[in-house]
């Protein structure tokens, strides 16, 4: 049986959260961990002309503080920034339109906490994937036990790419310039797979 897997709440996850979460059967989401600066938790990684581009969330917590607790600075107008970025990187890929709308309309809510744009964003991707909805949030932090998979420190973007995962090439917009770039946030593989990205995550973790 296949074990369950703990997974931190990330901002427009890596290609393969998704794959785990397409793996297995069931997963839980940790609000009650630490912040951890640096980490997929308020960023991601997609694909521009210039090459792979982080793009960040500002957020505002202190020293220890709980992911359920992590305000987001919203001083800063970030999400402008960010969406002209996917704008950019993405607007000539098979199937940014197909998709963009809906995304851009729940990136543009307002949100005061990290974990309500990640989570809102996590449930339209698990859609748009037909991905069942099969997660489960904590807002206490969990102990990990033998029957489960702690991803949690796993999935970084300063960690080397899961040696379990082959990353097959798809086609890129900017591939002629840069080569293929594995394992980049999910709107990568959207954007130019569209409905064959389900089939690509399954396939990723066989």
Known sequence: MSKKIILSAHYFPC???????????????????HFTKQSYRNRCIIYT???????SIPVIKK???????????TKEDWKTKHWRAISSAYSSSP?????????KTILFKDYTKLI????????????????????????????STDSET???????????????????????TFETKHGFQK??????????????SKSYLIELLK
Not at 50 to 55: A, C, K, V
Not at 63 to 73: G, Q, S, Y
Not at 183 to 196: A, M, R, T, V
Request: with cysteine; net charge negative.
């Open 63 to 73: 020293n220890n503080t709980p992911m359920k607790d992590v305000r987001i600075d």
């Open 183 to 196: 394992n980049l946030s999910i709107l990568d593989l959207l954007f130019h797979e569209g409905p064959e």
């Open 116 to 143: 309500d744009l990640n989570t809102s964003l996590l449930n339209h991707l698990c859609s748009e994937l037909e991905i069942p909805k099969q997660f489960q949030l904590s807002e206490t932090y969990i102990d």
């Open 15 to 33: 290609i393969a959260y998704f794959a785990y979460l397409v793996k297995h059967p069931s997963a839980l989401i940790d609000l009650g961990e």
């Open 150 to 172: 702690d991803l949690r420190g796993t999935l970084h973007p300063k960690k080397p790419i899961l040696q379990t995962a082959n990353f097959p090439r798809y086609i890129q």
């Open 95 to 103: 199937f940014f339109e197909f998709y963009c709308d809906n995304l």
């Open 49 to 55: 002309s210039n090459g792979p581009l982080t793009m």
